[in-house]
């Protein structure tokens, strides 16, 4: 049914549960898999500092944010290369995860959104809401939660 999932992942420990189970899932249905990483842009007080702050100090957070971000993907193309899953990664700098998601899915071509419930409660559910309950609002692709 589904040939080509995206799976998103921050490198919780909700998140890595999701992407084994989506290895999982990917290998019972004969899909191939693209993880996703979102990481956010440079905090807008850091760049608009100008002379005050560091000249390098973009480089410096990207360089930071990307490593994380790299060992991220790393960890999670490792498990479906041992489960003998085809797989692909995908990193995105933006300041909207849900909407860069929902782009690298359709980029991608991917027929399935796979993403961890990441458990925000009570006011700050209400106050925030969830990356993965703004993928499920404004995604046309199928979104399977794993909680």
């Known amino acids: ?28 249905a004969g899909a191939s898999l693209t993880f996703c990483h979102v990481e956010p842009p ?7 500092l100008g002379g005050i702050a560091s000249a390098t100090i973009e480089q410096e957070f990207h360089a930071k ?8 993907l790393q960890a999670a193309e490792r498990i479906a290369t041992e489960a003998g ?14 909407e860069a ?4 899915a359709t980029a991608q071509g991917c027929d399935l959104i796979f993403m961890a419930s990441h458990g925000r409660r009570g006011v700050t559910a209400l106050l925030l809401g969830s990356e993965t309950q703004k993928v499920l609002t404004h995604s046309k692709i199928p979104v399977l939660v794993y909680r």
């Open 1 to 28: 049914m589904f040939k080509h999932i995206l799976v998103p992942t921050d490198g919780s420990p909700l998140s890595q549960d999701s992407v084994a189970r989506a290895v999982s899932f990917a290998k019972e």
């Open 85 to 98: 899953v085809p797989c692909a990664r995908v990193l995105l700098v933006r300041s909207k995860p849900h």
């Open 65 to 72: 944010v990307d490593g994380r971000a790299q060992d991220i």
């Open 42 to 48: 440079l905090p807008t007080a850091f760049g608009s």
């Open 101 to 104: 998601i929902i782009e690298a």
